[in-house]
């Protein structure tokens, strides 16, 4: 099929410049890079999301979870045995 297409001047000369460095006219460098392209498949559709847990299935009792420093402080707290006295 023959067809027409309209490049920008930057991307034109691109497009020569690579056609003349691989010895390809600019008609089937064009060709070889779209079918190239459209020979990539993408994901239709992203894989689902799963969270994964540790420990249990409910957030800890007293946690806010829209606060996670203090989540952090927390376990700091569990870990190293201080906190506010």
């Keep these: 099929m023959r067809t027409t ?3 920008d ?3 034109a000369k691109q497009v020569c ?3 003349k460095a691989r010895g390809l006219s600019v008609s089937v ?3 070889r890079t779209l079918d190239d392209a459209l020979k990539r498949r993408e994901p239709s ?3 689902p999301f799963h969270l994964i ?3 249990g299935v409910h957030a ?3 946690g806010d979870l829209d606060r996670p420093r203090a989540l952090d402080a927390q376990d700091d ?6 906190g506010s006295r």
């Design 17 to 19: 410049r690579a056609a």
């Design 77 to 82: 707290e569990i870990r190293f045995k201080y």
């Design 5 to 7: 297409i309209a490049l």
């Design 45 to 47: 559709e992203l894989p």
């Design 60 to 62: 800890r009792p007293g």
């Design 53 to 55: 847990t540790v420990r």
């Design 29 to 31: 460098f064009i060709s």
């Design 9 to 11: 001047d930057r991307l």
